[in-house]
């Protein structure tokens, strides 16, 4: 079946480092890829998705592409910041009976230090 | 628009009652899921329903576990005999599909104490 894994946190940074966060998948269809964030004391959000094979999804500076002959979809940032400290969520969605569904990996903590 | 919003906000409650949880999707979103975070923890899946079809129930971790969705709108998490190891948050999401892809959308979550 489908699955997800991302590396294991938590990951502590200075501020202004730059961020890798590892996640592979596995599917059996064309699954669509996507980078959730869980914010302290909030509710998981969306922060990027790529739909097809070296798309790039992007936003507030974190990038991720969709590499299909690596089954990758690794989240980087070029200089975080604190107020980037939050758990972030790999996930895959694949078509599935009557619909789509998501599966997510295991979470990475990250913490920022000023 | 309004979101997707889960009451109650925080749940304590004593060993052996059950406990109920809701689920206010955004309208118009064909599928809701169920999971559970406990402290410091990842995402456990617990339920998944898809518009009409029978629900994936395959993460449910008991059978004092149960979930409804009524008129493919709401939905109800329910915990019979609660135990502490129960304790947890739990959140609910709702997803929508357009352009063959599936985009969730989750609530603030229902932080359960079972003491």
């Known amino acids: 079946g489908n699955s997800v894994t991302q590396m294991e946190g938590p990951v502590t940074l200075s501020e202004e480092a730059f961020l890798t966060i590892n996640c592979t998948y596995t599917?059996?269809?064309?699954?669509?890829l996507f980078w959730y964030v869980q914010y302290p004391g909030e509710g998981l959000q969306l922060l990027l998705k790529a739909t097809k094979a070296d798309d790039k999804g992007s936003n507030k500076g974190f990038e991720a592409t969709y590499r299909k002959e690596t089954t990758s979809f690794h989240l980087e940032k070029g200089s975080v910041q604190v107020s980037d400290s939050a758990v972030y969520f790999c996930?895959?969605?694949?078509?599935?009976?009557?619909?789509?569904?998501?599966?997510f990996g295991a979470g990475t903590r990250l913490f920022v230090k000023a | 628009g309004a979101g997707v919003s889960q009451s109650p906000s925080n749940k304590v409650t004593e060993k052996g009652k059950d406990v109920e949880l809701r689920c206010d999707p955004i309208?118009?979103?064909?599928?809701l899921y169920w999971y559970r975070q406990s402290l410091g923890q990842g995402l456990e899946f617990l339920i998944y329903?898809?518009?009409?079809?029978?629900?994936?129930k395959s993460g449910l971790p008991s059978d004092r576990f149960s979930a409804e969705r009524t008129g493919g709108s709401v939905s109800t998490l329910t915990i019979q005999r609660t135990q502490q190891e129960d304790s947890a948050v739990y959140l609910c999401?709702?997803?929508?599909?357009?352009?063959?892809?599936?985009?969730?959308?989750f609530g603030p979550g229902t932080r359960l104490l079972v003491l």
């Open positions: 309208s118009g979103h064909t599928a």
């Open positions: 999401a709702s997803s929508f599909t357009k352009g063959g892809v599936e985009t969730q959308y």
């Open positions: 599917a059996t269809g064309y699954p669509s």
């Open positions: 996930a895959l969605s694949d078509i599935n009976t009557g619909g789509f569904k998501t599966i």
């Open positions: 329903f898809q518009g009409n079809s029978a629900p994936d």
